[in-house]
Every structure is written in structure tokens, then in C-alpha cells.
């Protein structure tokens, strides 16, 4: 059964921090690329990192860049987004994927919220 359980989440002052844990399992783990996705209400869901197999990580989007960090352990099956200099704007539910050719796992997500 593959479940991906994002945790990490809460309620955070504007320029505060926070790190998100996805924990995976049910499917080979270190074959997947993995990313962070956003979803804010009645906005599209945003790519915000993601990370190759081997921990390439790609060009953030420039919303995130410089603040935002992803990372992954093999061995514990977990990927991470460290969050810095957090803004309101980055108030939204943020979800955990997995991707290898036609397979595309999601997680339930975690809400951060930035307070002003």
C-alpha cells in the first residue's frame, strides 16, 4: 500500500521557519523523483521543489528561491522541505509527490500557515 505522510506543518510568524517530513512507503522509494507542491485556496497547485533520485534538485521557482530547500534520504525513505524567511503568501497546504514514468503518488498534505 503506498502512502506518503507529510508532517511538519503549523501555524508560523512571518520570517519564521519550518521543515516538512514526508515519510514514504509501499514502493521502491529511491527510484522515485520526489517534490513539494503548494495548493493555496482558490489558487492552482505550484511546484515548489523537487529532487531527483540521485538529490539533483531543480531550479527553485522564483517565489521560493533562496528560502526554500529540499532534500531527501534514501535510507529513511523521507524527503524534506526546510522553509526560511517565511511569508504570508507561502500560506497554503503543502503536498508530497512521487514520480517515476506513469506513476504519480500524492500525499494528503500539511497546512502552514504565515502570520503577518
Known amino acids: 500500500q503506498v502512502q506518503l505522510v507529510e508532517s511538519g506543518g503549523g501555524l508560523v510568524q512571518s520570517g519564521g521557519s519550518l521543515r516538512l517530513s514526508c515519510a514514504a512507503s509501499?514502493?521502491?522509494?529511491?527510484?522515485?523523483?520526489m517534490s513539494w507542491y503548494r495548493q493555496a485556496p482558490g489558487k492552482e497547485r505550484e511546484s515548489v521543489a523537487r529532487?531527483?533520485?540521485?538529490?539533483?534538485?531543480?531550479n527553485y521557482p522564483s517565489s521560493v528561491n533562496g528560502r526554500f530547500a529540499i532534500s531527501r534520504d534514501n535510507a529513511k525513505n523521507t524527503v524534506y522541505l526546510q522553509m526560511t524567511s517565511l511569508k504570508p503568501e507561502d500560506t497554503a497546504v503543502y503536498l508530497c509527490?512521487?514520480?517515476?514514468?506513469?506513476?504519480?503518488?500524492w500525499g494528503q498534505g500539511t497546512q502552514v500557515t504565515v502570520s503577518s
Open positions: 509527490n512521487a514520480q517515476f514514468l506513469s506513476n504519480n503518488y
Open positions: 529532487v531527483s533520485t540521485t538529490g539533483i534538485v531543480a
Open positions: 509501499g514502493f521502491s522509494f529511491s527510484a522515485y523523483s
